[in-house]
């Protein structure tokens, strides 16, 4: 039992923590949180399933497909959605906005895919009585995915002349608009970057979660809750706090029943953020007069 | 300069019966054809129609926690699901083995929507719009999960029935009345709170919150309040909802309801409630009339939510406000008339002081204020000046309670004024405006000045809500002081403009009749004159001057040397958090280091 709620706690968590990326990536670039990141998570499921089972395609034709439609999806988001917005006087709008954009797609989703969940393929083919078969891929994918992401994030942002254009960006974008950084064309980058994170997450959990619309709502509010606590543009909080998330929730799952767990998260998440609105790891904000 | 004395006649509000008949005729005939609609004899179109009452009553509250205070509440769906199921539950006796009366049932479903929409909106007084959005959204889905889970109640996924209400309001058009009924009460107690100081409070705290504490407004309560009557409304709805279902599951309850409910707010516009009516009925009944689209509905609500914030962010009230768009006279002039200030401003007998002494404040290590001593006298205009980030404004608003300094004394007349309570300050009789106004755009200038008045209302949130006399005693008073602020202050003409068409230097006029609406002691002004012409300049520099006549103490931020110079009894310098002179006009114009670091020679 042991072995399964870390298993899947720890697969479970990975997810969590590359949607909490997500939202940070985005956020990092525009100070937006988006709607669609849990988007983002369910159609790398929907998708993957679309183009492998229905379709018969070739699953690394199918994954670069996905990451391909994530990247689409991540440019429409900040074009359609974000950049009409943020100019404007009233703060919140951009949250009306995603998410009217992450319905539509998950209603498209529903009426030409499927509103129940579906299963999906097998990626790799592996036999399970090799030594690479004691754990089960549909729970170390996940995990390989996220630790692929943080390591290349990291590589992207320490060694890359681009790489640190977007942190000065998501320090004082003022300043890096006066230095001459291209402030639109970087946030794009970052926005496509979020949507192969989103869709990368969505595809790699899919065995797991199956190819179901309902994820989006799910993964949206899990995603979040260890980027609300870990503090939000902090890549280190989201993955601690999507780690510990998934695992406090299989922990739960299979000692006192999910409903419990998922109110149990529930009230730790509001108690915490009423505690520390800044989150767990965050700092004060600023002045308003 | 020109005739000043007539007075411009840009807009005036509608007057007399007709009037009146005016703004209330689209509520007439929605009333009229709801109340014959029975005659039509049509259960089809009954059912829309109940379904839209009870979808309004829901609405209704949810608009003033949207439209009004602007908290996005996404998953208010949940409250209906709340009411639904306690009214169900306990209805059918699946609780406690007791059946209860129907009646009763629905109550206590509205009583359950009300403690969990207090609950849910807590996270609003502390968490940032899309934090809230999320917890709101993930209640939802935790309340239906718990449905279907907790099986003895809810009967999970197989669901339960719903109560039949029986005489007077019985299945068929006896229930169709008892919806319409709640669904007109709904509207007509939102109306009132809309209509109410509450109302404008609320509208403040959504587009400009520090104003709204400046003149008094407690946050907290009020949005308690405004989420616990959303909640209760949102139970009643749930309880006529299981009602009218007559059985109900989990799956009754979806998120798209959530976003129905939102879009018909958005749909009609913030901050009223004729137009969120519409929007709901609207949303309610088309995918009824338009078979095709039903598969679709959602898709479409979503689209239509997306072209309403990127296009007409205003809604269909927006659209509608024709007496807005009618254009200004062009070259106004403000005409302050100071000789009616001593019938705003009480009398006051005693004297009394603002002290503060060994004040200091760090940002990090920034030391904004470094120990600065000042004594803000009733009676006086007292000058702060100095070179840009030398303290000035800090200094302002430490006193105004938003800042609290790392050391240092703070005290009226002898007694600590507490830190960290920006709101309270109204309390103590001390004022302020702001450097860059901030106004209600959306709302007129009369109720943005009423706005600062706020504290004084005697009438209860019950009784605004029920329209009670005091209620209506606080209005014509608020109402008449606020007239004549802007008399005052020469903005008379403009009263029923909406704020946002007015020009920069007429907010920071309209800034300070909103702050004498608190008939001030002190009154703290930030950069009055910045962006004013040099008449106006004047002429504001005269109405600060008679203010401070009046027996207010009065303390001037400003960048206006000769302002300073013409109209203050005392300056005080700052240079770097720390006081470089203080003194009379003629000391510090002469003074050496002054003239040096800031004035020039």
């Known amino acids: 039992m042991l072995v399964s709620i870390v298993s899947y706690g720890l697969a479970v968590g990975a997810v969590y923590a590359l949607i909490g990326i997500t939202y940070n990536v985005m956020f990092s670039a525009s100070r937006v949180f988006s709607f669609t990141a849990g988007m983002l998570g369910m159609l790398g499921g929907v998708l993957g399933a679309l183009f492998i089972n229905t379709m018969g395609m070739n699953a690394v034709l199918a994954f670069v497909l996905v990451m391909a439609a994530g990247a689409v999806l991540g440019l429409v988001t900040e074009i359609l959605t974000v950049r009409p917005v943020l100019k404007s006087i009233e703060q919140h709008l951009y949250v009306l906005s995603t998410l009217a954009f992450a319905l539509m797609i998950q209603q498209v989703t529903a009426i030409e895919y499927n509103t129940e969940p579906q299963p999906f393929p097998v990626l790799l083919p592996i036999d399970p009585n090799s030594w690479l078969g004691i754990v089960d891929q549909k729970f170390w994918l996940p995990v390989l995915a996220c630790v692929v992401t943080i390591v290349g994030l990291e590589l992207l942002y320490r060694k890359t002349l681009i790489g640190r254009a977007f942190l000065a960006i998501a320090e004082d974008s003022y300043a890096a608009r006066a230095l001459g950084l291209p402030e639109t064309r970087l946030r794009m980058a970052s926005y496509a970057i979020a949507g192969v994170i989103g869709a990368l997450a969505g595809f790699t959990g899919a065995q797991m979660l199956l190819a179901f619309i309902g994820n989006q709502a799910i993964l949206n509010f899990y995603g979040f809750v260890p980027v609300a606590l870990g503090g939000m543009g902090s890549n280190r909080g989201a993955v601690i706090g999507g780690l510990a998330l998934g695992l406090f929730q299989q922990a739960a799952n299979f000692l006192v029943g999910g409903i419990f767990a998922s109110v149990a998260v529930f009230a730790v998440f509001i108690i915490v953020l009423l505690l520390r609105p800044e989150g767990l790891a965050g700092a004060a904000a600023a002045r308003r007069v | ?601």
């Not at chain 2, 007539?6 to 703004?23: D, Y």
């Not at chain 2, 083995?97 to 609950?119: D, K, R, S």
Request: charged letters at 15%; hydrophobic letters at 50%.
């Open chain 2, 1 to 601: 300069m020109t005739d000043t004395a007539a007075p411009i006649s840009a807009t005036k509000a509608p007057t007399g019966l007709l009037g009146k008949l005016e703004g209330k005729i689209s509520w007439i005939i929605l009333g009229l054809v709801g109340l014959f609609l029975p005659l039509l004899d049509d259960n089809y179109i009954g059912v829309i129609a109940q379904r839209a009452y009870i979808y309004w009553v829901l609405s209704a509250g949810l608009n003033l926690v949207v439209g009004y205070a602007g908290q996005i509440a996404i998953g208010w769906v949940s409250m209906l699901t709340l009411g639904a199921y306690t009214t169900a539950a306990l209805a059918a006796g699946r609780v406690g083995g007791v059946e209860w009366h129907p009646y009763l049932a629905l109550i206590a479903g509205g009583a359950m929507g009300a403690v969990f929409g207090v609950i849910v909106g807590l996270p609003a007084l502390r968490l940032r719009t899309f934090y809230f959005a999320m917890t709101t959204l993930g209640f939802a889905t935790i309340v239906t999960q718990v449905a279907l889970a907790w099986k003895d109640v809810t009967g999970g996924g197989v669901g339960t029935p719903g109560p039949n209400f029986p005489w007077p309001f019985e299945p068929g058009w006896g229930f169709y009345y008892f919806c319409f009924i709640l669904a007109a009460l709904a509207t007509w107690i939102t109306a009132n709170i809309g209509a109410s100081r509450y109302g404008r409070a609320l509208v403040a705290i959504r587009d400009a919150e520090v104003a709204a504490e400046a003149s008094g407004i407690a946050k907290p309560k009020l949005l308690i309040l405004i989420f616990l009557l959303a909640g209760a409304m949102g139970g009643v709805a749930g309880g006529l909802f299981s009602s009218l279902q007559s059985y109900i599951t989990p799956d009754a309850f979806t998120f798209e309801m959530s976003v129905l409910f939102f879009i018909g707010i958005l749909i009609g516009g913030r901050g009223s409630i004729l137009g969120p009516a519409l929007g709901t009925i609207i949303l309610t009944a088309l995918p009824e009339f338009a078979a095709p689209l039903v598969q679709w509905s959602t898709f479409l609500y979503a689209a239509l939510l997306l072209v309403i914030v990127l296009v007409i962010p205003g809604g269909i009230a927006d659209l509608l406000d024709y007496k807005n768009r009618r254009p200004l006279e062009q070259h106004r002039e403000i005409v302050p008339r100071p000789e009616l200030l001593s019938r705003i401003l009480d009398s006051k007998s005693e004297l009394s002081t603002i002290a503060l002494s060994g004040i200091a404040l760090h940002f990090g290590g920034v030391r904004a204020i470094d120990g600065l001593d000042l004594e803000i006298r009733s009676g006086e205009v007292h000058g702060l000046i100095g070179p840009n980030g030398s303290g000035k404004t800090t200094t302002l608003n430490v006193i105004s309670g938003y800042y609290r300094p790392n050391a240092g004394q703070l005290k009226l007349n002898g007694a600590d004024l507490p830190f960290d309570k920006p709101y309270a300050r109204a309390g103590y009789r001390i004022a302020r405006t702001f450097q860059t106004p901030r106004l209600v755009g959306a709302a007129s200038v009369l109720e943005n000045v009423m706005i600062g008045g706020t504290i004084d209302g005697s009438g209860s949130f019950a009784e605004a809500m029920l329209s009670l006399p005091r209620h209506h005693r606080d209005e014509k008073r608020l109402k008449e002081s606020a007239a004549r602020a802007l008399a005052t202050v020469g903005l008379e003409s403009l009263a029923n403009v909406r704020a946002d068409r007015l020009q920069h230097s007429e907010l920071r006029f309209m800034e300070i009749a909103r702050a004498l609406m608190l008939r001030p002691a002190f009154l703290l002004l930030d950069e009055p004159a910045a962006g004013l012409s040099a008449e106006e300049i004047r002429r504001l520099g005269a109405l600060i001057k008679a203010i401070s006549r009046e027996g207010t103490g009065v303390l001037l931020v400003e960048h206006h040397a000769d302002l300073i110079f013409d109209i203050c009894d005392r300056v005080t310098v700052l240079n770097l958090g720390k006081m470089l002179a203080a003194g009379t006009p003629a000391e510090i114009r002469s003074h050496r280091e002054v003239v040096s670091a800031y004035l020039g020679a």
